[in-house]
């Protein structure tokens, strides 16, 4: 016959479809340890077996002393028993037939549990897993569970070899604490029965292997104790485990918490349960744990600004008609990822920023600590500090700048976000290192001028020109100096002009003048003018020639080719904008980009220069090497679609150019 089990005692297992734990069945196991409700047994023997059993438990009429007689407050060891306490005191003790308890050397007569009371090894971890009957599953008590190893043994787990059972409570294999049904004399206790006790379960022969009934964990993303490094991209984190149960792992029997340190525990909504369909194996998943969603929706923590974190999963294995619940805990830490300097303004290594105190800002890829932060940039500039929010910071000089020096920003480790993570300064990924910057402001933008900067210079002749420095564009005053140079192979004499150091300041205008004579020249004159200015050289080029003895080659010979007196202006540009046009001989607004039209300076170029001046039309003028005045860089073919040569413009010219 079938012993359904019955214990009203514990009532979490009256009946199947219980949801049971491993406390609850140490709970159940205690039930059955020594001492229980006393029972009196009215026999110590019976026939109804072969040999004729004699029971270790002796009635008090026969002499029965300690250990074999009273108090009898132990569950005796029978052969496929499966009795409880209160079974057990009722079989010993009915009127009509009742039964011997147990003892040793019941096995012998194989399924003895009507005829001697008592419960064995399997029957007690039966009824402690909460199964319903003994003869369904004394055999196959294994099939209802995993294979597991030895580090993973839990309480409430099965160490099993052939020929008997043991509930595992803990301690290392071997060496364990475990409840079992005993019927050996070595195992250490002195009676044949349930007993809870610590032992070497190999003391006996046989190895154990260990089993269970509750769903088991591996595999956990991130793993227990690990450190996440979050990247300046990363926001949230993927969480996972691998989860295995001899049963079936179904909707909703699966949940996960989550508790951040100095938080309470929440429940983690969005998980995912995936069935891997081989080794009874499913996948547990929760996306994007952190993010700004589940944080709103969810109450999930925010992962960002990191912390130490634990997991707290628990899962239900449902099979034999219980629920099996366990529930794994692990732990890690998320490091978020250092503030870094995500962008400035200006960019770092600048060139030509503006000496005009620059607003010059920091924005932070986190929201950063303002009074350590602030006490952490260096400048090697005065300047005030604002910040926009807690992310931007503005350094405005409180001066302005040098032209043409560069200038350095530190911002030191020191520097932390509001969660206290300092800056990566050099953005590899990990806190430290200073953050620098730098930038190289402009050079000052001085123009210069020679009016008139081309001219047809008759022999005998003089020239008073002028040479202009304009400040009009300055920012500040500048300490500068002109050097003056002229290129003369003979026939020409430049006088008049001061070299001397001068202060220039914004809208000042600083002039001098110089004379240039004729003496017979027979070959062109450069003047060229500069004013180094630290990181630049402004520099301009006058450029002056002789048509003399070339008179027959003028259209009218009535006029002497050297004294004429133009009514128009004679319109020359050099460069592509009027910012930097050269004014020759007179002030004109000039159309941005290159003149196409260009003049030879040799011969009588200028009368052409001044026609085409009458009606607006700007030219550029054209060294006898082809060179365009004060722009050299720029090729003439690429500039000038026609080129007008006066009369007697190629006269004594052999050039390869020309060719």
Known sequence: MKKLLVLTFILIFSVQGAVITREDMIVTANQYVPPINEWSPEVDMTTAVDPVWHSWYKTEENEGTPPYGPPYNVMPYSWSGFDTPADLKNDVEKENNPLPAGGYGTSQYGYCDDDIAGIDCSGYVIICWGLSNYDDVQDDLVNYALEIDGKDLKEGDLLRKPGHSILYVSGTYPNCNIYESQADARTGANYPGVVHHTRDVTELGGVYTPYSIFPQFSDESPEDGEVVELSEDETTIDISLTIK??????????????????????????????????????ELKKEDLGSEEGIENNGEPNVKEGGNFTVRVVARNDIAGNGYKDEYEWKFTVEPAPPIVKSTDPANNSRNVSVDKPPISFTFSKPMDLLVTNNAI????????????DKKV??????YLDYC???????TDAAVDTGGVHLDGNNDGDAGDDYIFKFTTEPPDVNLDIDPAVANVEEGQSLRAELIANGNRLKKEIECR?????????????????????SLSPGEQYTDNFTIKNKGASVSLRVLSQIPVKCDIVSCEGFYWSAQGHQHDHPDENQSPGKMEYPTPWITRTQPSPAKSQKLRADSILPVGLPDIGILLSGWADGYGHILGKYGISTLPVKPDLKILNNEDVNISDS????????AGLKGFNSQEFK
């Open 245 to 282: 149960a001899s049963g079936r792992i179904v909707d909703g029997g699966v949940k996960m918490f989550i508790r951040k340190d100095g938080e309470p525990e929440k429940s983690v909504g969005g998980i995912t349960l995936e069935d891997k369909e081989e080794d009874h194996t499913w």
């Open 378 to 389: 260096q400048t090697s500039f005065s300047c005030g500090k604002t910040w926009s929010g």
């Open 394 to 399: 503005e350094l405005k000089p409180n001066d």
């Open 405 to 411: 020096k560069e200038y350095t920003v530190t911002i």
């Open 482 to 502: 002109i050097d003056f140079n002229s290129f003369n192979s003979g026939g020409w004499d430049v006088s008049g002009f001061n070299e001397e150091t001068f």
């Open 640 to 647: 000038v679609k026609l080129l007008v040569i006066g009369s």
